[in-house]
């Protein structure tokens, strides 16, 4: 066990206090930062005791599940967690059963879209993602929902992305031309507090570094959509983070078709939705240039959320579109070696905008899709729970079932280390120590 989470709880509320204080005061300096989400005072804190009792454990650290488990929860928090004939079970306990079931960390969607689509953000907590980031919204845009008493996942949000102009998602961005306006934005969001800087595609590789700069000052994540600036520019500039495998694509063909792309983009953001297929689908995922980018990103530990879900394409009914087949291929090929190799893989689902994901189940969907390029079902579920946790900076306190924990729990029918589709199963969920109501 993590030695800080013995210090965590005593000293957690006076960090999250002075957050705002801490993140106002410039420094030359990486510090320590603990995100809050946004929505923290309106999540009620379970009082009661609860013991799950032989259960199947997953609990995001081990690789499988640990049979005839017990976990008690107190409090909101995970209380003792250990083999079920070690462990006294309090007689003020509710307990719940677990032949059957397996145990596991409330999923985490590192890449997550609401988009004003009434009631989601609470659908998608019902199935299993207990804390999201929306990486490019207002945080006005969440006011409806936080208003309705709904149970919603913990926010973690990026505020607006930072980007250049012509925007492609005018409501969605915070728009800069040069330093002094980066340093107003960030001012700006810092106040704010938000959780990650999210950047979009066009702004310039001069303004990712300061970006960058000032947000690491900060202690702040910056994670990005990249398309047009080559990925290990933005990564040496300082990114901690790389949204959608769209992001990569420059980094994989000839300068020349690079540019070709790039020069279309920078004329018309429209040119990017049929560009981006043409060029992956001639993108070599075995070849040189594969190669050497999966290693630049083992050697730079960046996280890489892929957001397959949105690029998949199937030929079927009217769709016939073999070029978006073969380039949706070719990306979850290239993730596939990614995984191999030990690249830090992050999932996000993309919110509702997936085409194939049954509404609601975009995250599980996504687990699927990383399944199919060849992702180990054990690596898959670490990178929703634990390591999409040390991306979002939140480890400390979630991503994974340990004493000391908040109690954000999956109960599932049957066992997703074997099989993957068993995500769907949701059977309960549990939300700061308290069992969401069944829907």
Request: charged letters at 25%.
């Amino acid at each position: 066990m993590n030695k800080y989470i013995l210090i965590y709880l005593p000293i957690v509320f006076a960090l999250f206090s002075c957050k705002g204080d801490l993140q106002q005061q410039p420094s030359k300096h990486k510090v320590e930062f603990l995100p809050l989400e946004v929505n923290h005072e309106e999540i009620p804190v379970g009082s009661n005791v609860i013991a799950i009792v032989g259960v199947s454990l997953f609990d995001g650290l081990e690789d499988s599940t640990i049979h005839n488990s017990t976990v008690i929860v107190r409090n909101g928090l995970i209380d003792k967690v250990g083999p079920e004939d070690a462990l006294d079970v309090p007689e003020n306990a509710d307990v719940i059963k677990g032949d059957g079931l397996t145990l596991m960390p409330g999923l985490i969607d590192a890449h997550f879209h609401y988009d004003h689509v009434k009631h989601f953000p609470t659908k998608f907590v019902r199935n299993g993602v207990t804390s999201v980031r929306d990486p490019g919204q207002w945080i006005e845009a969440f006011d409806f929902e936080r208003g309705t008493g709904d149970p919603l996942p913990r926010l973690f949000l990026t505020g607006p992305h930072i980007d250049s102009p012509p925007p492609t998602w005018p409501k969605d961005s915070y728009m800069v031309r040069d330093k002094a306006e980066v340093k107003e934005a960030m001012d700006y969001l810092i106040g704010e507090n938000v959780s990650a800087i999210k950047i979009y595609h066009r702004l310039p590789l001069e303004l990712i570094k300061e970006v960058c700069d000032i947000a690491h000052a900060h202690g702040l994540p910056v994670t990005a959509h990249l398309e047009i600036t080559d990925v290990r520019q933005a990564v040496l500039a300082g990114l901690d983070g790389v949204e959608h495998v769209t992001s990569l694509g420059t980094a994989l063909v000839s300068r020349k078709r690079a540019e070709e792309f790039r020069q279309g983009m920078l004329a018309n953001n429209k040119a990017r939705l049929s560009g981006r297929l043409e060029m992956w689908k001639d993108i070599d995922v075995n070849g040189k240039r594969a190669d050497s980018l999966i290693k630049f990103f083992e050697a730079n530990q960046t996280f890489l959320t892929p957001t397959l879900g949105p690029y998949e394409y199937k030929i079927e009914g009217e769709n016939k579109d073999s070029i978006a087949l073969i380039a949706f291929q070719n990306m979850s090929g290239f993730i596939g070696r990614c995984a191999k190799a030990n690249v830090r893989i992050a999932v996000g689902s993309h919110g509702p905008w997936v085409p194939y994901a049954e509404k609601g189940w975009s995250f599980q969907h996504e687990m699927d899709l990383l399944s199919k390029t060849g992702m180990d079902n054990v690596e898959i579920m670490k990178a929703s729970t634990i390591e999409n946790a040390k991306f979002l900076k939140i480890d400390h306190r979630l991503g994974s079932i340990e004493k000391g924990k908040q109690a954000d729990l999956l109960l599932i029918k049957g066992d997703p280390v074997t099989n993957i589709k068993d995500m769907y199963n949701i059977e309960r969920v549990m939300l700061n120590g308290i069992w969401l109501d069944k829907q």
